[in-house]
């Protein structure tokens, strides 16, 4: 299974290595910033990306484009959050009231 992730994911790796500069690296130490605004561009990137293929999937679907928007993409956003809360609480830090409650606000 992780060899497949790692077929499946190397293209964008690659990219992703070749354009952003690592700056946790001597030599790249005063490139912070270029690093800070490439990276934000490429989540731009994958945002807009992502908000077309919902649109084309919607629009293949018969769903209109403001069902899919706070449905598909509503849940995307509240997913890394909820993963977010669930490893604090695993690790004991925080009470699962506490992950129920980040959880429910996000939704």
């Not at 849940?75 to 980040?102: F, N």
Request: glycine share 6%; with cysteine; aromatic share 16%.
């Amino acid at each position: 299974m992780n060899k497949i992730k790692w077929i499946l994911t190397w293209p964008l790796i690659f990219v992703l290595f070749c354009t952003i500069p690592n700056c946790s690296k001597p030599r790249w130490e005063s490139w912070f910033m270029f690093t800070f605004i490439l990276s934000t561009l490429w989540i731009a990137l994958f945002s807009y990306f992502m908000v077309w293929m919902v649109t084309v999937i919607g629009y293949t679907l018969g769903i209109p484009d403001v069902i899919m928007g706070i449905t598909f993409l509503a849940a995307g956003t509240s997913v890394p959050d909820c993963m977010a809360s669930l490893i604090v609480a695993r690790q004991g830090t925080v009470s699962a009231e506490g992950y129920l409650q980040s959880y429910m606000h996000a939704v």
